[in-house]
């Protein structure tokens, strides 16, 4: 199928302009030239960014950021801006903007596609065709630079009903973009919104008709996707420049939306992947099987985290199940030995992602607001499960920056807690909107992409301008 493309550049949503408090200072200058991929692999991170899925390192952690403790709807709002469209994917900030994924229902509505045979699972039919399309957003005031339609058509399926056909969140080194909608195709972008190259991938058949999720991971000079379905599933690499595909490997996998984490282990990076059957790594560079590891359950969706030669994995679904695993000790099947340092089989995290953080590995329990925290490196529980107050159902994952741990809920609380081996929750906030996306934080500001607004939370002073839209 081809391209579709169309660019709108300084096209702001309707807005309005108010006397905020502070002045609008970004510390751009501090961030590197080189790419954030390269800069993981040293493990530094440059300062300002949340380049992809989880942050610098693919954790939910942001070692540079400070943002507010206390917001609302009339507090540290910096601006608000309407999003064409309907997305599930976290924020990317790079530098001076933006970078989001959307799905744009237009046209008449049609016969509906992507029943499931099995029942209604809560989905929400494909009644009309979608224009799917990367947005670059001015990071200072919410304008919307650019707008590049990649694709229409009407989907083959159906997605969950809180869910969206844009549901991936993109990558970028600062020079490209990179962007996946799943059955609807991997693009490269330039910052300034042109396709440099794209694949099809063809259609994925998901289970249950939730729709699709994973994200791509870009490390270095190379772009992985995961391809877990209910057909012929694999995992791909790609050179991020050419977009020449330097491997694949089948994978006898079901369908899961779980984006995989690249790790760097004693000067050599691997790929991981967690699903139902087995968790697995990959040599980056070739795409060998090095290990994998049995143990989750079905409808994996939670991201794997690592660090200091831990890898950490985890589901909730029919059963709940967490793993720690050495890297040192992974090497062909290590199911049920000693290279599984701990286990957990309760309070685990349906589609939330777990929060990385120091010594401290925290997770809710699968879609509630029942936060737990464990030393990372024994499972020892620290804390919890303990009710976060005012937050009941959430997808977004924890993120972790200043000392806090941020949390947000559909509802639109948002609670903020210190990082510390106790519970003590620092500030309890609210907005008006329902939230999904996983947050983002870079530099002083907060990103928060709601169902209604996409919103910059930032310490007002006297001078700072607000921009609020209707």
């Excluded at 741990?405 to 500030?427: D, H, N, S």
């Amino acid at each position: 199928m081809g391209l579709l493309t169309q660019h709108h550049r300084e096209s702001p949503p309707k807005q309005t302009w108010g006397i905020g408090l502070g002045v609008v200072v970004f510390s751009l200058a501090l961030i590197g030239l080189a790419p954030i991929t390269q800069s993981l692999a040293k493990g530094t991170a440059p300062r300002g960014v949340w380049a992809q899925w989880r942050g610098p390192f693919g954790t939910g952690f942001s070692p540079n950021a400070q943002p507010p403790l206390r917001w609302s709807e009339s507090k540290n709002i910096r601006w608000k801006a309407v999003i064409p469209g309907r997305g599930l994917s976290t924020p990317i900030v790079w530098e001076d903007r933006i970078l989001l994924t959307s799905a744009i229902a237009v046209g008449a509505k049609q016969a509906e596609r992507g029943g499931h045979s099995h029942g209604a699972h809560d989905n929400m039919p494909a009644v009309q065709r979608h224009q799917f399309v990367v947005l670059a957003i001015n990071r200072k005031d919410g304008r919307i630079l650019w707008q590049t339609q990649v694709r229409e058509e009407q989907p083959h399926e159906s997605t969950h009903v809180t869910g969206s056909w844009a549901s991936a969140s993109p990558a970028t080194d600062g020079e490209r973009i990179y962007a996946f909608f799943g059955s609807y195709g991997l693009y490269c972008l330039d910052m300034n919104g042109a396709i440099l190259w794209s694949h099809d991938l063809g259609d994925m058949k998901v289970k249950h008709g939730h729709g699709e999720g994973s994200s791509p991971v870009l490390y270095g000079d190379v772009l992985v996707v995961n391809w877990d379905h209910e057909g012929k599933s694999f995992v791909v690499a790609y050179d991020k420049i050419t977009g020449k595909e330097r491997w694949r490997r089948s994978r006898n996998e079901i369908t899961s939306w779980s984006t995989p984490t690249v790790v760097e282990f004693r000067g050599k990076a691997q790929v991981i992947v967690s699903a139902t059957d087995r968790v697995r790594g990959y040599d980056l560079e070739t795409g060998a099987e090095i290990w994998s590891c049995g143990g989750l359950s079905h409808n994996v969706v939670a991201s794997p985290v690592s660090a200091d030669g831990f890898v950490y994995v985890t589901s909730s679904y029919e059963k709940r199940a967490m793993m720690a695993i050495r890297l040192d000790k992974a090497k062909g099947d290590v199911t049920g030995t000693d290279a599984v340092v701990w286990r957990r089989f309760h309070d685990t995290p349906y589609v939330p992602s777990p929060l990385l953080y120091g010594d401290q590995l925290c997770f809710n329990r699968h879609l509630s607001g029942m936060l737990t925290c464990v030393d990372a490196k024994t499972g020892a529980t620290l804390y919890g499960p303990v009710k976060l107050p005012g937050i009941r159902r959430l997808y977004a994952s924890p993120v972790g920056a200043a000392g806090r741990i941020y949390v947000v809920g559909r509802q639109g609380g948002g609670v903020v807690l210190e990082k510390g081996k106790q519970f003590k929750v620092l500030a309890q906030n609210k907005l008006n909107d329902v939230f999904s996306a996983s947050p983002a934080v870079a530099n002083n500001e907060l990103y928060l992409r709601g169902e209604q607004y996409l919103y910059c939370i930032a310490e007002e002073t006297i001078d700072s301008p607000r921009l609020l839209t209707d």
